[in-house]
């Protein structure tokens, strides 16, 4: 597991065992979300609040080709 950022007390997670399609982990305030980085989209959440989960999501969308990166770095092109 390799934090690739961090935001607003959340920490965005790659899992160096994990797959495609290429994806992030957001932990914080004790929830957890999935979402995709091509196109960036929710997969899955437990215990964030909408206003929190569009704040992620826009953080995402803002952050995605570092994101993308930090995914292809930890898993290859």
Same mark, same amino acid.
């Given at each position: 597991? $390799?934090?690739?950022?961090?935001?607003?007390?959340?920490? %965005?997670?790659?899992?160096?065992?994990?797959?495609?399609?290429?994806?992030?982990?957001?932990? *914080?305030? *004790? $929830?957890?979300?999935? =979402?995709? =980085?091509?196109?960036? $989209?929710?997969?899955?959440? $437990? *215990? %964030? &609040? &909408?206003?929190? =989960?569009?704040?992620?999501?826009?953080?995402?969308?803002?952050?995605?080709?570092?994101? =993308?990166?930090?995914?292809?770095?930890?898993? *290859?092109?």
């Amino acid at each position: 597991m $390799a934090t690739v950022h961090r935001a607003f007390g959340c920490r %965005f997670v790659v899992f160096t065992n994990d797959h495609d399609p290429p994806h992030v982990h957001v932990f *914080g305030q *004790g $929830a957890e979300a999935k =979402l995709s =980085l091509d196109p960036v $989209a929710l997969i899955s959440s $437990a *215990g %964030f &609040k &909408k206003p929190d =989960l569009k704040r992620i999501l826009k953080e995402v969308q803002d952050q995605r080709v570092i994101l =993308l990166e930090k995914w292809n770095e930890i898993h *290859g092109d």
